[in-house]
């Protein structure tokens, strides 16, 4: 696998600040980005002049947005409130998109409740789901479902379950091995999940962790690691990967400081104190992922 060719990085893994950000992509010769917060606001809160200075530097340096990271149903499924806010939310994103000719958007599956693959409720989240999809219809912008463990898509399983209900031309994968590792009782990410969830990919994110017995009750079952130090065998996932035929991006996800900050912060991706060290750690990740993939 040819480095740097299919990898990306997630914006705010590096900085909030785009001649940072600009200078990133440049040294390590990326094809482009994935957009998620930037210049100290959340992605459903960017500007006009945001967008425009993004999409001026994708110009001026021959890069490409590979997806943008909404927030959308990342909310409860019975606050009917929040759903329609949310629904804005997509609506303003799908904009963000044609501005920065990106041709997926990333959304969730609303906060996880036990029995997560009870069949009505499921019902209910692909319902909602599908009216995303009337909002994107004709506008050329794929809608990637990402497992997330605080969503009812977490595991492999779960996000089957819900791809089988949603028309494989506009809704697919965007597949977290890592994600697995936060979920409570979850077997370890296999890379037979990237085989079973092949002709449904649409983009892959890389991060890795380590599960340890949480400090506090409630706190994150696993806590970040350098990529290919901690628990998802990334060797065996970039091999199962191109062994399916895999076509997308792998996009870096870093979630882990050098200059270790608050866990917290690292599960809400927005603002500086978000990227605070981002750059450093997210350079560490890269070259342990060319490293890796130079192997295969």
Same mark, same amino acid.
């Not at 044609?98 to 499921?122: C, H, K, M, S």
């Given at each position: 696998?040819?480095?740097?060719?299919?990898?990306?990085?997630?914006?705010?893994?590096?900085?909030?600040?785009?001649?940072?950000?600009?200078?990133?992509?440049?040294?390590?010769?990326?094809?482009?980005?994935?957009?998620?917060?930037?210049?100290?606001?959340?992605?459903?809160?960017?500007?006009?002049?945001?967008?425009?200075? $993004?999409?001026?530097?994708?110009?001026?340096?021959?890069?490409?947005?590979?997806?943008?990271? +909404?927030?959308?149903?990342?909310?409860?499924?019975?606050?009917?409130?929040?759903?329609?806010?949310?629904?804005?939310?997509?609506?303003?994103?799908?904009? +963000?998109?044609?501005?920065?000719?990106?041709?997926?958007?990333?959304?969730?599956?609303?906060?996880?409740?036990?029995?997560?693959?009870?069949?009505?409720?499921?019902?209910?989240?692909?319902?909602?789901?599908?009216?995303?999809?009337?909002?994107?219809?004709?506008?050329?912008?794929? $809608?990637?479902?990402?497992?997330?463990?605080?969503?009812?898509?977490?595991?492999?399983?779960?996000?089957?379950? $819900?791809?089988?209900? @949603?028309?494989?031309?506009?809704?697919?994968?965007?597949?977290?091995?890592?994600?697995?590792?936060?979920?409570?009782?979850?077997?370890?990410?296999?890379?037979?999940?990237?085989?079973?969830?092949?002709?449904?990919?649409?983009? @892959?994110?890389?991060?890795?962790? $380590?599960?340890?017995?949480?400090?506090?009750?409630?706190?994150?079952?696993?806590?970040? +690691?350098?990529?290919?130090?901690?628990?998802?065998?990334?060797?065996?996932?970039?091999?199962?990967?191109?062994?399916?035929?895999?076509?997308?991006?792998?996009?870096?996800?870093?979630?882990?400081?050098?200059?270790?900050?608050?866990?917290?912060?690292?599960?809400?991706?927005?603002?500086?104190?978000?990227?605070?060290?981002?750059?450093?750690?997210?350079?560490?990740?890269?070259?342990?992922?060319?490293?890796?993939?130079? +192997?295969?």
């Amino acid at each position: 696998m040819k480095f740097p060719d299919r990898f990306t990085v997630i914006s705010d893994e590096v900085s909030q600040d785009l001649p940072v950000l600009r200078a990133f992509v440049r040294e390590f010769g990326l094809p482009g980005i994935e957009l998620r917060s930037f210049a100290g606001r959340a992605f459903k809160d960017l500007t006009r002049d945001d967008l425009a200075a $993004i999409a001026a530097a994708a110009r001026e340096d021959g890069w490409k947005i590979f997806g943008c990271s +909404t927030p959308v149903f990342k909310c409860a499924i019975d606050d009917a409130k929040a759903i329609a806010e949310h629904r804005e939310i997509f609506k303003r994103s799908l904009d +963000t998109a044609r501005t920065l000719g990106a041709d997926l958007l990333r959304v969730f599956t609303f906060l996880r409740q036990p029995d997560p693959l009870e069949p009505l409720r499921l019902d209910r989240v692909a319902e909602q789901l599908r009216g995303l999809g009337e909002l994107a219809r004709g506008s050329g912008v794929r $809608i990637g479902i990402e497992n997330e463990h605080s969503c009812f898509t977490g595991t492999v399983a779960e996000m089957e379950a $819900i791809l089988a209900r @949603l028309p494989a031309d506009q809704f697919g994968a965007i597949w977290d091995p890592c994600n697995v590792l936060y979920i409570p009782g979850a077997g370890a990410p296999l890379p037979s999940d990237i085989t079973r969830l092949a002709s449904r990919l649409f983009h @892959l994110h890389v991060k890795d962790s $380590i599960r340890r017995p949480p400090a506090t009750p409630g706190a994150h079952i696993a806590v970040g +690691t350098p990529l290919g130090l901690g628990q998802v065998d990334w060797r065996g996932h970039l091999e199962a990967a191109r062994a399916a035929g895999y076509a997308g991006m792998f996009s870096l996800e870093t979630h882990w400081r050098v200059q270790k900050i608050d866990e917290s912060l690292l599960h809400l991706p927005a603002g500086y104190s978000f990227s605070a060290g981002g750059e450093a750690a997210s350079r560490v990740c890269f070259h342990n992922l060319k490293s890796l993939a130079e +192997t295969l």
